[in-house]
């Protein structure tokens, strides 16, 4: 862990490979290239969800809106 550039803290914990018992030391290098793609894929599920849901409420209230506008003009508007 570290702050502005300056370590607080370094400690290695658990094993590099159990089947072996090698112990984790702090140079011990993990391969998380694969692991982190889901991380990625689901970021980017959550972003286009959002802007999906920011859309259709845009959508909504321009409708709304324009209902409003037309019933000031003609009346009433049924929606079906």
Excluded: C, W
């Amino acid at each position: 862990m570290a702050r502005d550039g300056r370590v607080l803290f370094e400690k290695a914990y658990g094993l590099a490979n159990r089947e072996l018992g090698v112990p984790n030391k702090l140079e011990t290098k993990f391969r998380l290239g694969s692991v982190t793609k889901q991380f990625t894929a689901m970021s980017v599920e959550r972003d286009r969800e959002r802007e999906r849901k920011a859309a259709e409420a845009a959508r909504q209230l321009d409708i709304e809106r324009k209902r409003a506008e037309l019933t000031e003009v003609v009346g009433t508007v049924p929606m079906h």
